[in-house]
């Protein structure tokens, strides 16, 4: 491993090579968006299999594509694959895909989950790519799911919360 120091017209730079991988970073000289206030307070948190889940989001996410179901922007530009993912206070986490006008007449199976702080079901919208990228990048076999309402990003964390959090933000529905 080799590290090197420079000096170019764009500034200072530091460079990390191991075999023939090379990273090179600067500085930046910026101010960083506040991270922390997009972290939800949590009011609602949900234990369950992470592997279930991740498969569960792949199954939604493929009935959205073979059913060709893409929500139009308002500019007429489809949208990634929806999913709608289910919290019910009575333990379980449930993962559907989103078909347009026969929404309502989708039901997808439930997952057992320990569920904390939900008074009555919660309904968020997510992205499938962006679902499925945050359950695989979460270590060990359970993930936990942290909310604060069902308009609020949501953060995904393991079995230890403190090494990695993966924060999604929501799809907004659209509106009539």
Known sequence: MRLGFGHDAAGDWVSLT??????????VEATFPDH?????????????????LAQATARSAAAVEAKKHAVPHRDGSGTPLQVTMSIDPA?????????????????????????RGAAEP??????????RDALNT???????????TPTRAV?????????????LMLVRSPQP
């Open 122 to 131: 919660m309904n968020v919208l997510f992205n499938a790519a962006y679902l």
């Open 36 to 52: 922390e206030r997009l972290v939800p307070k949590v009011a609602v948190a949900a234990r369950a299999d992470r592997d279930t």
């Open 18 to 27: 191991c075999g023939d991988m090379t990273v090179i970073t600067r500085p």
């Open 155 to 167: 953060v995904f964390t393991g079995a230890n919360e403190d090494a990695y959090r993966h924060l």
């Open 138 to 148: 979460i270590a060990g076999e359970t993930v936990t799911i942290q909310l604060a």
């Open 91 to 115: 333990g379980s986490v449930s993962i559907a895909p989103v078909l347009g006008e026969h929404a309502d007449a989708v039901s997808a199976p439930a997952h057992a989950a320990e569920v």
